[in-house]
């Protein structure tokens, strides 16, 4: 099959398949239009005038494109793997890797341009193949393997914040086992209230609600279990937050209070 067919069907499909996950998949789940547009503002409130605005009205992207965080989060993206791309490298993988390159740069958040984060991940896979080309038609421009190796070492010191690993990683493991005793007493597929650090463990059930700022006005009425540290509040949440939820579900008669140990407290709708 000739490539600019497979690439035909390729761009075809991955259109369909962001049609179909814009427009009727996350809305129908959400209720709402696709989360992430909200960062894209400049270019539009839907997903369909964001890319009408791309074709019709091009210079607004400008500042985004051509800046200096734009360049910085390119050369920091392909620096550990620099060693092997070079001009007569075969860049043919990497326009599978350009919508979600687009993307990450368009964006407003800064979070996406950060390799902190998971939003250069689906980018990688496209690199690697770049990589593996290189070496195996011998066009790498460094070739030594102990110079690779050093290489590889200094990018990953340098960019890979290894010392969270000790640090913010690590820092609920003082109630570690308190949470994990907590979530086995969690029993059926009802509602939970929880933080955002506890929530990834809770995400098979139909409804996880987050105990985020502001979250002691929502409604609870479809919540059967609350989980709550109080030791570590989890993002976009705070001490005071988990305290007001704790005694206002401790105020609440169809509430009893199950599980308390280390400042993780459970509490369960009778």
Same mark, same amino acid.
């Given at each position: 099959?000739?490539?600019?067919?497979?690439?035909?069907?390729?761009?075809?499909? @991955?259109?369909?398949?962001?049609?179909?996950?814009?427009?009727?998949?996350?809305?129908?789940?959400? @209720?709402?239009?696709?989360?992430?547009?909200?960062?894209?503002?400049?270019?539009?409130?839907?997903?369909?005038?964001?890319?009408?605005?791309?074709?019709?009205?091009?210079?607004?992207?400008?500042?985004?494109?051509?800046?200096?965080?734009?360049?910085?989060?390119?050369?920091?993206?392909?620096?550990?793997?620099?060693?092997?791309?070079?001009?007569?490298?075969?860049?043919?993988?990497?326009?599978?890797?350009?919508?979600?390159?687009?993307?990450?740069?368009?964006?407003?958040?800064? @979070?996406?341009?950060?390799?902190?984060?998971?939003?250069?991940?689906?980018?990688?896979?496209?690199?690697?193949?770049?990589?593996?080309?290189?070496?195996?038609?011998?066009?790498?421009?460094?070739?030594?393997?102990?110079?690779?190796?050093?290489?590889?070492?200094?990018?990953?010191?340098?960019?890979?914040?290894? @010392?969270?690993?000790?640090?913010?990683?690590?820092?609920?493991?003082?109630?570690?086992?308190?949470?994990?005793?907590?979530?086995?007493?969690?029993?059926?597929?009802?509602?939970?209230? *929880?933080?955002?650090?506890?929530?990834?463990?809770?995400?098979?059930?139909?409804?996880?609600?987050?105990?985020?700022?502001?979250?002691?006005?929502?409604?609870?009425?479809?919540?059967?279990?609350?989980?709550?540290?109080?030791?570590?509040?989890?993002?976009?949440?705070?001490?005071? *937050?988990?305290?007001?939820?704790?005694?206002?579900?401790?105020?609440?008669?169809?509430?009893?209070?199950?599980?308390?140990?280390?400042?993780?407290?459970?509490?369960?709708?009778?």
């Amino acid at each position: 099959m000739p490539n600019y067919l497979v690439l035909s069907i390729a761009i075809i499909f @991955g259109l369909g398949w962001f049609v179909i996950a814009t427009q009727i998949i996350i809305p129908h789940f959400s @209720g709402s239009e696709v989360a992430a547009v909200d960062r894209y503002s400049y270019l539009g409130d839907s997903v369909f005038e964001i890319i009408k605005n791309l074709f019709l009205q091009p210079w607004r992207i400008g500042n985004q494109v051509f800046s200096l965080g734009t360049l910085e989060y390119i050369f920091l993206l392909i620096l550990p793997v620099l060693w092997a791309i070079s001009p007569r490298s075969n860049f043919a993988p990497l326009i599978g890797a350009i919508p979600i390159l687009f993307i990450n740069i368009l964006s407003e958040s800064a @979070g996406q341009r950060n390799l902190v984060h998971q939003y250069s991940l689906p980018i990688l896979p496209w690199l690697f193949l770049v990589v593996i080309a290189a070496m195996a038609s011998n066009k790498t421009w460094l070739k030594r393997s102990r110079i690779i190796l050093i290489w590889s070492v200094c990018t990953f010191l340098a960019l890979a914040k290894f @010392g969270y690993f000790g640090s913010l990683y690590l820092e609920s493991i003082d109630t570690w086992q308190a949470t994990r005793e907590a979530i086995t007493q969690i029993e059926n597929q009802g509602g939970v209230l *929880t933080t955002t650090d506890i929530a990834p463990h809770l995400t098979h059930r139909p409804l996880v609600q987050l105990a985020t700022i502001g979250s002691e006005s929502d409604d609870f009425s479809n919540i059967e279990y609350v989980l709550l540290n109080a030791r570590h509040p989890g993002w976009a949440s705070s001490t005071e *937050t988990i305290h007001n939820l704790r005694e206002k579900f401790r105020q609440m008669p169809e509430f009893q209070l199950k599980y308390q140990q280390d400042d993780v407290v459970l509490f369960t709708k009778n």
